[in-house]
């Protein structure tokens, strides 16, 4: 029973890590807002407790530059 306790565990970091490291390369390589594979990235995380929102930056620069 605690062998798959573990493995969820390990599944669910590897998971959060890899959300991450997409939102982080789509937030930082595009210049694309809200891309699908942010959103998913966004959504993983969300589902995991963490709000977090890659393209906020993006969002507010192109406002400002109206």
Do not use: C, R, W, Y
Not at 23 to 28: D, L, R, S
Not at 30 to 47: G, M, P, R, Y
Not at 48 to 62: L, N, Q, T, V, Y
Request: a neutral charge.
């Amino acid at each position: 029973m605690n062998n798959k306790k573990g493995f969820a565990t390990i599944l669910a970091l590897v998971l959060i890590v890899s959300a991450f490291g997409v939102g982080i390369f789509f937030e930082h390589k595009t210049h694309v807002i809200d891309s699908h594979f942010e959103q998913v990235a966004e959504k993983v995380l969300e589902h995991h407790g963490i709000d977090i929102d890659f393209s906020k930056d993006k969002k507010e620069a192109k406002n400002n530059g109206k």
